[in-house]
């Protein structure tokens, strides 16, 4: 018995090392994360942590397949001309104004998110939104920056927006609606104070240039540079309506999941291939999957055994249990929940992490019963995973897809570059949940 006591306390040691060495060297780019990430998750292998059937077990291949079958639409939609059409009536109804650009990419992505997965928004418009910035010559990094941060604030919005939003209502049983109700108000306002952060960090990069005659006489030209390209460029009409109804199909699919008894990923997976059959004259299957991010990828595989590790060696479970017993105060315990679950989706994935809450919020909630807002504590989990992904580069997929497609396209994003604007900015939303959530518990 001593032994294996001394094996599971040396498994645990050895899970949190792996843990906080690849988190070191993601966030000091010593070097390539993908290679850190797949060299931890073999390590934990390696020296017996979990076995090679619990690594393949632990990696989530529904999100594997949703974002490789999404990188195949978005590339496939990119060389049809879609893209360049969108660019072209965007860049000449903004007429290159900085801030209406960045208001509406930004809040198509918060809106967008909220009913789609919050990867699948990213991946499709942040190549928009690097191509178009680009091309009205600003610097693409605030606006993308701004977007992936939108895209989990407004995922945290309904019951579809983000996976721990769905193990939450799954397994508690709230309906769709309950999410807008309880949690409208604070994505509302955490909504807008971000843009109007944002707005005044990056005032230089997003002001109105219509009193900037120098900005813009520029932006005039790169208008009609974009114009001149967009009238060269032979479009097919039929075969971007071909594509456009098959990406506009798969978005409904998302949609209408629910009704459909389909996951997410098989929806994206067949999206993928009847577009791949569609352009399979044009486009050689070669040369799309050659377009798929296969690093990234394997970063999310090794993410995954590696929280895997924390998880079978009950890291997770010590971690939320400790939470959760600290104090018997309602209102307390409520600023707990939700800061905790922000704090720690900051660095591990938040799926685990709000699993393992689940059943220990259960039997805490029992002790609770008679406080007629017991239901909040459920909210406060889910808006702390949900918002606190916000905080590193890596504590959401959006973040590492949205991060991914920027460097892929020349625009460098390092761990601290977005974490000087991302850290401060989840600060803020999750003080605003704090308010909110003290409020409904003491005067509503």
């Known amino acids: ?26 966030v000091l780019e010593w070097f390539d994360k993908t290679v850190a990430a797949m060299a931890g998750g073999i390590f934990l292998i390696l020296s017996r942590v ?36 969108v660019n072209f009536k965007l860049a000449k109804y903004s007429r290159g104004n900085p801030f209406l650009i960045f208001l509406f990419f930004t809040l198509v992505t918060a809106f967008a998110s909220a009913f789609l997965d919050n990867v699948t928004t990213i991946l499709i418009v942040a190549p928009l939104t690097i191509s178009l910035v680009r091309g009205m010559g600003y610097n693409p990094f605030p ?9 989990n604030i407004g ?10 939003n769905v193990l939450v209502g799954t397994a508690v049983g709230l309906s769709f609606n309950s999410f807008i109700v309880n949690l409208s108000i604070p994505i509302f306002i955490i909504i807008v104070v971000t843009l109007l952060l944002f707005y005044i960090i990056r005032w230089a990069d997003l002001k109105p240039i219509r009193h900037h005659l120098p900005k813009l006489f520029l932006s005039n030209v790169l208008l009609q540079k974009i114009q001149y390209e967009h009238q060269k460029t032979p479009l097919d009409k039929m075969y971007m309506i071909k594509v456009t109804t098959v990406l506009v199909l798969t978005v409904l699919g998302f949609l209408f999941q629910f009704a459909l008894h389909l996951p997410i990923a098989s929806i994206a997976l067949t999206g993928a291939f009847v577009l791949m059959l569609v352009v399979h004259k044009r486009i050689h299957a070669h040369h799309i999957f050659s377009s798929i991010e296969w690093p990234t990828l394997g970063f999310f595989a090794g993410l995954f055994v590696i929280v895997s590790g924390l998880e079978h060696t009950g890291v997770l479970e010590m971690i939320a249990a400790s939470i959760v017993q600290l104090t018997s105060n309602f209102n307390v315990l409520l600023l707990l929940i939700l800061w905790s679950a922000g704090l720690f989706s900051m660095v591990i994935d938040n799926i685990p992490f709000v699993t393992v809450m689940i059943p220990i919020l259960a039997n805490v909630k029992v002790h609770f019963s008679a406080d007629p807002h017991v239901e909040l504590l459920w909210w406060a989990l889910i808006l702390g995973a949900a918002l606190g992904g ?55």
């Not at 393949?56 to 397949?65: G, K, Q, R, S």
Request: glycine content about 8%; charged content about 10%.
């Open 1 to 26: 018995m001593f032994s294996s006591l001394l094996l599971q306390h040396g498994a645990l040691i050895i899970s949190l090392i792996v843990f906080i060495a690849v988190f070191s060297i993601i």
């Open 50 to 85: 979990i076995t090679f059937d619990q690594a393949v077990e632990a990696v989530n291949f529904e999100i594997i397949a949703l974002l490789g079958a999404m990188m195949i639409i978005v590339q496939i939609a990119q060389e049809s001309g879609l893209f360049t059409l």
């Open 143 to 151: 606006f993308l920056i701004a977007e992936i941060m939108l895209s």
């Open 155 to 164: 995922g945290a919005l309904t019951l579809v927006g983000d996976p721990p």
């Open 390 to 444: 916000n905080g590193t580069m890596i504590g959401a997929s959006a973040n590492v897809i949205g991060v991914d497609i920027a460097r892929k396209n020349g625009v460098d994003i390092t761990f601290w570059g977005y974490f000087k604007y991302s850290f401060p900015l989840t600060l803020v939303a999750l003080a605003i949940c704090s308010a909110y959530l003290l409020i409904r518990a003491n005067y509503f």
